[in-house]
């Protein structure tokens, strides 16, 4: 949030905690950030792109449709789904890493009554 403050509205989180800017004033900065940027990314969902990106993503559909159509395909390519965010990436990696420390404590488990 810090760096697309400043990015796009030259405010920092600090102005706001030492009382230079009012906190009001940063939460409706917040809420009007633009697309594309770190908060969207993390979170995920089309704001995650720029305006540019999501218009390449939709010409590059259409292209795909045309060429299906052109192949004698009866439907269309479906719509590909919003990018996910960068949050999603570190919950899934954090619950393969649960998962697989899981499997060793069994396994540990498993061993220790087979030996003791």
Known sequence: MN???QRVYGVCLTDMYEGR???LDVADFAV???RGG???RWVGGWAALTAQEEHLVNVEHLLNAQIAQTAG???APPFPDAPKGER????????????RASRARALASMQ?????
Do not use: F, T
Not at 88 to 99: F, I, L, Q, T, Y
Not at 112 to 116: A, L, S
């Open 3 to 5: 760096a697309d403050l």
């Open 21 to 23: 800017i009012p906190v």
């Open 32 to 34: 009007h950030l633009p």
């Open 38 to 40: 770190a908060v969207h």
């Open 73 to 75: 395909k009866r439907s």
């Open 88 to 99: 999603d990436a570190e919950v899934a990696k954090a619950r393969a890493e649960e998962k």
């Open 112 to 116: 220790n009554r087979i030996n003791g």
